[in-house]
């Protein structure tokens, strides 16, 4: 079993800063890469922020320079560092880790049950 629990979220006003942090735990072997994802209402799930182990880092246009991805390997600890925040950024904000487990050694996707976030003008 994977459980990934979310903690950060929250309402703040736009410019505000919010830290979302998620630590995985569980029949953890491999994590190869753990991220960010939002989904705001009507909207597909999208890309947030992505990070691998091996240090490469991604993120959708609309945070670039706003939002800073970071992790803590040892812990499997992921955290988004969210800047500047717009009302357009408000959704549900989910964690994901691609890993293998003591029960499977291919990489799976693990997914957080998603953490509010919303930015009020």
């Known amino acids: 079993q994977v459980q990934l629990v979310e903690s950060g979220g929250g309402l703040v006003q736009a410019g505000g800063s919010l830290r979302l942090s998620c630590a995985a735990s569980?029949?953890?072997?491999?994590?190869?890469?753990m991220g960010w994802y939002r989904q705001a209402p009507g909207k597909e799930r999208e890309l947030v922020a992505q990070?691998?182990?091996?240090?490469?880092?991604n993120y959708a246009d609309s945070v670039k320079g706003r939002f800073t991805i970071s992790r803590d390997i040892a812990k499997n600890t992921v955290y988004l560092q969210m800047n500047s925040l717009k009302p357009e950024d408000t959704a549900v904000y989910y964690c994901k880790m691609r890993a293998t487990t003591y029960y499977s050694s291919s990489y799976n996707d693990y997914w957080g049950q998603g953490t509010q976030v919303t930015v009020s003008s």
């Open positions: 990070l691998t182990n091996g240090g490469s880092s």
């Open positions: 569980g029949s953890i072997v491999s994590n190869n890469a």
